[in-house]
């Protein structure tokens, strides 16, 4: 049971690799969850509209896809993310990349814990979750 990380079609991003898994394991066990098979995979705005529309039959263009292969208490997935809408969020939001990266990849795993964003009150929670994630990261570097 592991996280890896993989790239499609984009260079592969400056992270690392232990510490941002160490933290990913870390979120998933404070929610009293064991860690699964869970697969990061970086890829540009073009790779995940082409899933978007294969998968979901959406034919637009988002941050991130989460397939969700939770069984029980084991949390796995493929947590698909754009770097290119990464890249846009970071300068709307006037963030880093690397700090818009590290929330994408939380909401992800947040999203296979059970969260939802779809309305209002899931998004405010949503976003709580996501910076305290965010601030358990920051303890690490």
């Given at each position: 049971?592991?996280?890896?990380?993989?790239?499609?079609?984009?260079n592969?991003?400056?992270?690392?690799k232990?510490?941002?898994?160490?933290?990913?394991?870390?979120?998933?066990?404070?929610?009293?969850?064991k860690?699964g098979?869970?697969s990061?995979?970086?890829?540009s705005?073009?790779y995940?509209l082409?899933?978007?529309k294969?998968?979901?039959?959406?034919?637009?263009?988002?941050?991130?896809?989460t397939?969700?292969?939770?069984?029980?208490?084991?949390?796995?997935?493929?947590?698909?993310?754009?770097?290119?809408?990464?890249l846009?969020n970071?300068?709307?939001?006037?963030?880093s990349?690397?700090?818009e990266?590290?929330?994408?990849?939380?909401?992800?795993?947040?999203?296979?814990?059970?969260?939802?964003d779809k309305?209002?009150?899931?998004?405010?929670?949503?976003?709580?979750k996501e910076?305290?994630?965010?601030?358990?990261l920051?303890d690490?570097?």
């Amino acid at each position: 049971m592991s996280i890896r990380f993989f790239n499609e079609d984009v260079n592969f991003p400056d992270i690392r690799k232990r510490i941002v898994s160490a933290w990913l394991k870390e979120i998933i066990s404070l929610h009293d969850k064991k860690v699964g098979d869970i697969s990061v995979i970086f890829c540009s705005d073009s790779y995940l509209l082409d899933v978007n529309k294969q998968y979901l039959e959406h034919d637009y263009f988002t941050d991130i896809i989460t397939f969700d292969y939770v069984e029980g208490n084991l949390i796995s997935g493929d947590i698909f993310i754009s770097v290119d809408r990464v890249l846009e969020n970071s300068t709307l939001f006037k963030v880093s990349f690397s700090e818009e990266l590290h929330r994408i990849m939380a909401h992800g795993v947040l999203h296979l814990l059970g969260y939802k964003d779809k309305c209002d009150e899931d998004k405010v929670m949503m976003t709580e979750k996501e910076n305290f994630s965010l601030q358990l990261l920051s303890d690490k570097f």
